[in-house]
């Protein structure tokens, strides 16, 4: 068994390696060995001749899984597509249906470290704790332009009530917040720590809004210029979660009129060129993430809220539990296409991250 993995960077290999293949995917009536081959560079149509001899490839978030690249790797032999996260927006399930290609995510790993990193982002940008920092470090101890908010007491609006939605509401809870959430997909978990709503009514009660749902359909773009008009004035906004479920330029032209408070952002629509890679020696293009980057009142992360040691161990394990399902023929329970059928439809479901 030969996989090949994209998008490679140092500590995937110390998670994703061939002593915990072995123990995640060996059984006593195969003793076939996985042979991992790193590759540094993403999947994209140009990429994809290096699938050949893989019997299976392994993919990140802004790996590019379209018609093309699925129908090249198919031809080089490849038949198991892993997904090393919960989204897959990124690939063309149609196409892997049609081909019957396996293919399986990450569903869920470790909500705790993407829930703790947004309150992080939250309380970075409310305190102006950057800043602080920066001016220390030049002898300045001024206060001016640091004043925030106390959090407790405030109302969040929490957009996604799935397992990192929920572990963000009882972090919240523990602030003294008061919790209001819009799933179209309730649990009831959630209600010991807040109540749902409808967006429109969300919006205009909430001082901080934090994103934890999926990207489909239905919630690309879920903020817009329109519903950006219905926050409240100098609400916060925070996403974690994907970057497609922001407008940019309408956030721009919101924080332009001061309407929005301040924005936080790990996700970024057009990230995929970017982010994971160092492009301090280049001219960077792209002109909306340059002029978020003015904003005093903008944080950008580079989708790191994942980025936890029990979080990278968790993803690795289900990644190979997942090969070792597609070996041994075994019913895989993170599969998103099996025997031609496609188990996750965009739009006709949660998706829970």
């Known amino acids: 068994m030969k996989l090949a993995i994209f998008s490679t960077k140092p500590y995937d290999r110390l998670y994703l390696n061939a002593d915990t293949a072995k123990t995640l995917t060996s059984s006593s009536s195969s003793s076939d060995t996985v042979e991992i081959i790193y590759h540094t560079v ?18 990140f978030v802004n790996d590019t899984l379209n018609q093309d690249v699925l129908e090249a790797l198919h031809s080089h032999g490849v038949r198991a597509i892993l997904l090393r996260c ?7 399930l149609e196409t892997a249906e049609r081909l019957r290609l396996f293919v399986a995510n990450v569903p869920s790993y470790s909500p705790e470290a993407v829930a703790e990193f947004a309150i992080a982002l939250i309380q970075t940008l409310n305190r102006n704790t950057h800043r602080a920092y920066n001016r220390v470090r030049e002898g300045n101890f001024n206060l001016d332009g640091l004043l925030g908010r106390t959090l407790h007491g405030k109302t969040v609006g929490i957009i996604g009530t799935g397992k990192i939605g929920l572990a963000h509401a009882r972090i919240l809870k523990g602030f003294g917040c008061n919790l209001l959430a819009f799933d179209p997909y309730p649990i ?8 749902y709503t409808d967006l429109d009514t969300l919006l205009p009660q909430c001082d901080f809004v934090s994103l934890h749902c999926p990207l489909v359909e239905k919630t690309r773009y879920i903020i817009n210029e329109h519903t950006l008009a219905k926050m409240k004035q100098g609400a916060m906004l925070v996403n974690t979660s994907r970057g497609g479920l922001i407008d940019t330029k309408a956030v721009i032209a919101a924080l332009k009129t001061k309407h929005l408070g301040g ?9 995929g060129d970017l982010f994971y890679n160092d492009h301090s020696g280049h001219v960077i ?34 990644t190979l539990r997942n090969l070792g399902d597609f070996t041994e023929g075994r019913q895989c329970r993170n599969s998103l296409v099996k025997e031609g059928n496609i188990l996750a439809r965009r739009g006709t479901g949660p998706v829970r991250l």
């Open 263 to 271: 924005l936080a952002l790990d996700v970024y629509e057009s990230e």
């Open 285 to 318: 293009d792209d002109d909306e993430l340059m002029r978020l980057v003015t904003f005093h009142n903008v944080l950008v992360c580079g989708h790191q809220a994942f980025f936890t040691e029990e979080a990278l161990g968790e993803i690795a394990e289900c």
């Open 86 to 92: 919960a989204g897959y927006n990124n690939i063309d």
């Open 42 to 59: 993403p999947l994209t149509e140009d990429t994809a001749s290096l699938s050949q001899g893989a019997d299976a490839i392994c993919a």
């Open 188 to 195: 009831d978990e959630f209600r010991e720590f807040g109540e």
